[in-house]
């Protein structure tokens, strides 16, 4: 079973809706990351969440750590949001060595 | 430079040869990741240094792969006798501490 697990795996969206994007982990954690990964491969951290909520312009991130669960949010989406969205936890015991989601394919329709 | 930087982007190569993936950190972050992400999935974790020491080479996954990082900067993941299992793309990350990681673009192996 996959540490970290996330959804949905794909996620098609018109432009303006409000998306949701799950990310659920069994270990325990110190921080969170959401990370964003566009097609070529490179990967831009968006955020890291050890408790409650995290806004950076249309993106939230919020996190209860009792439940084990994390959300990103995006709202007003926009055709330029289409990427794959990735949860990352550090593995515990480890110099800070991420397990990553299989991340989630975001497509925003104009 | 500004950001972390991998060359080649892409390489392609014969089953059976030797290649070099170089990761250029941002200046002065101390921690150096690789990370292997097969097509469709998350990436994996392969090694971890900090400085030139290399701390965590837990998740290479075999003897074939090697990576080094000899003056703390520079590091170099080297892939001896490819296979075609072994095309992916690698992902270079530092850090200043154990918190935010910053990622390179990436290379494309590809094997043949």
């Known amino acids: 079973k996959n540490e970290v697990e996330q959804s949905p795996q794909n996620l098609t969206a018109q432009e303006g809706e409000f998306i949701t994007i799950n990310c659920s982990y069994s270990?325990?954690?110190?921080?969170l990351h959401w990370l964003q990964q566009h097609p070529g491969g490179g990967i831009v951290s968006l955020f890291m969440l050890s408790s409650g909520k995290k806004k950076h312009g249309r993106l939230i991130a919020t996190i209860n750590i009792q439940e084990k669960h994390s959300s990103l949010h995006i709202t007003a989406s926009h055709p330029r949001d289409s990427a794959v969205y990735i949860c990352?936890?550090?593995?515990?015991?480890?110099?800070?060595?991420?397990?990553f989601g299989k991340g989630t394919k975001l497509s925003v329709k104009p | 430079g500004a950001g972390v930087s991998q060359s080649p982007r892409y390489k392609v190569a014969k089953r059976g040869q030797d290649v070099a993936l170089r990761c250029d950190p941002i200046?002065?972050?101390?921690?150096l990741f690789w990370y292997q992400q097969a097509l469709g999935q998350g990436p994996e974790f392969l090694t971890y240094f900090q400085n030139e020491a290399q701390l965590d080479k837990s998740g290479l996954p075999s003897d074939r792969f090697f990576a080094e990082r000899p003056e703390g900067s520079v590091s170099t993941l080297k892939i001896q006798r490819t296979q075609q299992e072994d095309s992916a793309v690698y992902l270079c990350?530092?850090?200043?501490?154990?918190?935010?990681?910053?990622f390179g673009a990436g290379t494309r192996l590809s094997v043949l």
């Open positions: 990352a936890v550090p593995l515990r015991g480890s110099q800070g060595n991420l397990i």
């Open positions: 200046s002065g972050h101390v921690s």
């Open positions: 270990v325990g954690i110190s921080a």
């Open positions: 990350a530092s850090s200043s501490d154990r918190n935010i990681q910053y």
